[in-house]
């Protein structure tokens, strides 16, 4: 049994750390509004990381980390407040107290600024045009920096229940670009969390991590594939080509080879699949 802190417990973060207590695990979900009254098995701590004060009563002995942490809105004040100030405000905690325990940290394939539809890696260049993506770069130099047995988890676009946006936007007859074609990566919330419980699983069972993985289905397909598959699942109109001039901002295939050769197997390994499942609950049009 390991004691965990789960730094984040919104949907992700709440499943894990349910997963994580069926192992038998000790297990703290720091949220800065967890629920009034719960019956969850795992403890609530309730603070904002932005907060040093909230902080101070944090308990010293966590064996691992995982940070799951996402930003209030799309402004740099957002971003600062959660990759700058809370982290530093975590790990200067953490160092006063002598806790070294490793950090898992749910980064974002937002970091690669590729425009082409490039396939990228955990190698490729980091390079985001927007600055509130440099933000979370910035945040993982920082956490390899500060501890090599850090890891770094880059997700894609996250879906499943709850996440439905593109279910919503296949049934508005969108606007699609369609040549040239505009790729999209995705990840289902459930492979989000079996991720992590696997990264910590192997961990524990004293496999050594790599610093960095990119966690993406096998299948990075085109927005017009996906939109008009949709459509036709949904009984609803087709998407309606648009042409678009030059690069988009973000524009890359991603490869989940290093996460798989750990000897993770995706439960939604495609689009069709979990789409399929959120369809099916949905009711067909």
């Not at 101070?56 to 959660?82: G, P, Q, W």
């Not at 130099?141 to 500060?146: C, D, F, M």
């Not at 040549?179 to 004293?206: K, W």
Request: charged letters at 20%; proline letters at 6%.
């Amino acid at each position: 049994m390991a004691k965990i802190l789960i730094v984040g417990c919104g949907a992700i973060g709440y499943e894990l750390a349910t997963t994580l207590v069926e192992a038998g695990h000790d297990v703290t979900g720091l949220k800065r509004s967890p629920p009034p009254s719960s019956r969850e098995k795992f403890t609530y701590f309730r603070a904002d990381i932005a907060s040093p004060a909230d902080l101070k009563t944090l308990d010293k002995d966590f064996e691992h980390v995982f940070f799951i942490v996402s930003a209030d809105s799309r402004h740099d004040n957002s971003y600062h407040d959660i990759y700058e100030t809370g982290i530093d405000n975590l790990l200067n905690r953490f160092a006063q107290a002598g806790c070294k325990a490793p950090w898992i940290f749910v980064s974002s394939t937002s970091v690669y600024g590729q425009s082409k539809g490039e396939w990228v890696d955990e190698d490729s260049v980091t390079t985001p045009s927007k600055n509130t993506s440099l933000k979370i770069v910035q945040a993982e130099q920082k956490l390899v920096a500060q501890n090599p047995a850090n890891v770094v988890v880059r997700f894609s676009g996250i879906y499943g229940p709850g996440r439905e946006y593109l279910l919503r936007m296949a049934k508005q007859t969108p606007s699609i670009q369609q040549n040239p074609p505009y790729y999209t990566n995705r990840i289902h919330q459930r492979d989000c969390v079996g991720i992590l419980a696997y990264l910590l699983q192997q961990r524990l069972s004293g496999i050594s991590l790599q610093q960095c993985y990119l966690a993406s289905d096998d299948d990075p397909a085109p927005s017009w594939e996906v939109m008009t598959w949709l459509s036709e699942e949904m009984r609803c109109n087709p998407p309606v080509a648009k042409m678009i001039e030059g690069d988009c901002d973000m524009n890359k295939r991603c490869r989940n080879d290093r996460l798989k050769n750990l000897g993770y197997s995706f439960i939604y390994p495609d689009y069709k699949t979990g789409y399929s499942e959120l369809i099916n609950q949905q009711g067909r049009g």
